[in-house]
């Protein structure tokens, strides 16, 4: 497969393809971007410098994608992310090379990260009907958005206000024997506007890990789902410069987990709560403020029964109990100063606290206050926007954090540009790793200091005229991270692993190349590839888990004059490595390639009624989405588990549309 692929790589540049996918050319959505300076904030740092990709709901509607790691794997560019078993489960992230841990992520701007452990990420229960978009920001992102987004930040934008009644209803189901359904509906009367979805997944799923690695003494089982989704929104124009904006969304899921040895049943039983309220006061472009309050339910119980060799089951868990609520306030304002020269300042406060009787966390609270500040230069230089800005985080547990950021474009012409940006991040400790104490594992450390990084990206794009317009971008980067928290020490009395901040580094360099263009009126396309290097200081080699190259490819038809459209997404995933406890040691895998192909039918002239269908992994490519490791009932030696990546699936639909 890599011989066949490395001649495509080399073709990269010489490709027209585009990032136009998902659109139909016939259709119209009537949507108003509400929410003032908090919205405009990804627009801010992108015309001062930063990398800000967005996937609109259309590309999330022709690929029928699940879950939102199907999404942004298939559509987001410089991003790696596979799912362990499948939708709807924790997932490895890279973003531009990094570790999983240093990508935050947010749902309409409220940090969703699970602040109990660095390496659950929270997408295992958010569906990708309720998106309206998703944006991406490349590069180290702490300076608005505080720990965790060293590499980047990831914003899911559920579904936005309408002027005018708008909505759709779907359902589908696929052969996996899993069935969808989701809904959503928006308008807006007088000064007020309002929308409400929900959606439900259910599915068997699939058996992820090969038959031939499983133990005698392991219930063989499916890694099936459950997960119901809904929300809603409400806005109220007080007047025409101030506004009130209130959200709820709830989630709640079963998640069953496989294992390769002695596990009869197990699953996670979740339940998740999202509040928040937030003012809005634009007075003048000169002024503008924005204050938010937010509420985070996040509640699991975990329930696993084994198999007892002697006959019958061991209760291993019973609905124990493991979450933590987040709640906080962020407050922000833009001030202009001068023609040409303005400013941002703002404060966050979080309270945080929860436990884990499953892995033993006992119950802790935290707090953290921060206050930020940015200046922004626009035509200071002619063609060029410049902005500078400091943060300092001040947590209840560990040491306080000060970060900077500088950053900016010039456009050389209208058809060529450059931008950078250098600054620092952090990431502060888990709760795991300040207090986690497990007598048979593990303890925290609660005088851990946060871990710190150095980073810069630098682009130069813009677009060209080859007979269509292509509009392309190369990025380099290169991002330094030390006082890394991992297990420094052993305490022979108690038995225990103790976390510490390690001697050493992680340094990730290497570069982005995208390129996009409509191909002709009807076929557009997109064509995306990252190389990242990281290692850790005195190793020659990658990374855990971190991909060298992503390769991604996109096309889509969208015929003006007939009723159907198709598209075309494939991914290369270059060479991966973990390593694997109990003496395995590190072991190689990925180098693997997915295609998928989706086509749509409308069935009227409206475009209202429409039938998709989608064959995800056309090829049925066998490849591993994550290690694991097994141990032999017999002779008790450790071995790898290898977790299948989703086979051939083909997805169908119908939806109803009132635009």
Do not use: C
């Not at 690695?213 to 392991?218: A, N, Y």
């Not at 813009?462 to 330094?480: A, K």
């Not at 225990?496 to 992680?506: A, C, E, L, T």
């Not at 290369?572 to 406890?581: A, E, K, R, S, W």
């Amino acid at each position: 497969m890599r011989k066949l692929f490395l001649p495509l790589l080399a073709g990269l540049t010489a490709l027209p393809l585009t990032a136009a996918l998902g659109a139909d050319a016939n259709a119209v959505e009537t949507v108003v971007v509400t929410g003032s300076l908090e919205n405009e904030i990804p627009q801010l740092l992108s015309r001062n410098g930063t990398q800000v990709d967005v996937i609109a709901a259309k590309a999330i509607k022709n690929g029928s994608y699940v879950d939102i790691s199907q999404t942004l794997a298939a559509e987001a560019p410089g991003l790696y992310i596979s799912s362990q078993h499948g939708p709807f489960d924790y997932v490895d992230v890279s973003l531009l090379g990094s570790r999983t841990a240093d990508v935050l992520w947010l749902v309409d701007g409220v940090r969703i990260d699970n602040r109990l452990y660095a390496g659950t990420t929270p997408l295992d229960s958010i569906p990708a009907s309720m998106v309206e978009r998703i944006e991406v920001i490349q590069g180290g992102e702490s300076l608005f958005y505080g720990t965790q987004a060293v590499a980047g930040a990831v914003n899911i934008i559920t579904k936005s206000f309408s002027s005018t009644p708008d909505g759709a209803v779907t359902i589908g189901g696929d052969t996996n024997y899993g069935a969808h359904a989701d809904g959503y509906f928006r308008d807006g009367f007088g000064r007020s506007k309002f929308v409400v979805y929900g959606s439900a997944d259910i599915s068997p799923g699939f058996r992820p890990i090969p038959e031939g690695e499983f133990q005698p003494s392991e219930t063989l089982r499916m890694r099936g789902y459950h997960v119901f989704s809904g929300g809603g929104k409400y806005q109220f124009a007080a007047t025409d410069d101030l506004t009130f904006t209130a959200s709820y969304e709830k989630n709640i899921a079963h998640l069953e987990y496989p294992s390769p040895q002695d596990v009869n049943t197990a699953f996670n039983q979740r339940s998740e709560d999202l509040v928040t309220a937030k003012i809005d006061y634009a007075p003048s472009d000169d002024v503008q403020l924005f204050v938010k309050g937010y509420y985070h339910w996040w509640i699991s119980h975990y329930t696993e029964f084994d198999n007892d060799p002697a006959g019958g089951l061991d209760i291993e868990d019973d609905h124990d109990h493991w979450g933590y609520v987040d709640r906080g306030v962020n407050a922000m304002a833009k001030i202009g100063l001068l023609p040409g020269l303005s400013s941002v300042v703002g404060y966050d406060y979080q309270n945080y606290n929860g436990n884990d009787a499953v892995l033993v966390i006992a119950p802790q609270s935290e707090e953290a206050h921060a206050v930020f500040g940015q200046i922004e230069a626009a035509d200071l230089i002619p063609n060029a926007h410049l902005a500078v800005g400091v943060r300092y985080n001040m947590p209840s547990v560990g040491e306080s954090a000060f970060v900077w950021n500088v950053s900016g474009q010039y456009d050389v012409s209208d058809m060529l540009y450059v931008k950078g940006m250098a600054g620092t991040s952090f990431r502060l400790p888990t709760a795991e790793e300040l207090f986690a104490n497990d007598p048979d594992d593990e303890r925290g450390n609660p005088g851990l200091r946060p871990e710190r990084s150095i980073g810069f990206n630098g682009s130069v794009g813009g677009h060209f005229d080859l007979g269509v317009p292509v509009d392309w971008h190369v990025t380099g980067f290169y991002r330094e991270i030390k006082d890394l928290i991992d297990y420094a020490t052993f305490d022979p009395a108690t038995d225990q692993d103790v976390f510490g901040n390690v001697d050493g580094k992680v340094i990730t360099r290497g570069f982005e190349a995208y390129a996009s263009a409509p191909i002709r009126d009807d076929l557009s396309g997109t064509a995306d590839f990252t190389y990242a290097a990281a290692r850790e200081t005195g190793s020659s080699a990658q990374f855990n888990r971190i991909p060298e190259t992503v390769f991604k490819l996109g096309l889509d038809y969208h015929p003006q004059d007939l009723p159907f459209g198709a598209s075309l997404t494939l991914q290369h995933v270059g060479d991966l490595q973990d390593t694997i406890g109990g003496g395995v040691g590190r072991i190689g895998y990925g180098d693997y390639t997915v295609l998928d192909i989706g086509t749509r039918v409308f069935l009227d002239d409206e475009h209202r009624h429409r039938i998709g269908l989608n064959l995800d992994n056309a090829f049925d490519e066998a490849y591993a989405a994550h290690l694991g490791r097994g141990t032999d009932d017999v002779t008790g030696d450790s071995y790898v588990v290898h977790d299948r990546g989703m086979p051939r699936t083909l997805y169908f639909n119908y939806t109803f549309s009132l635009q």
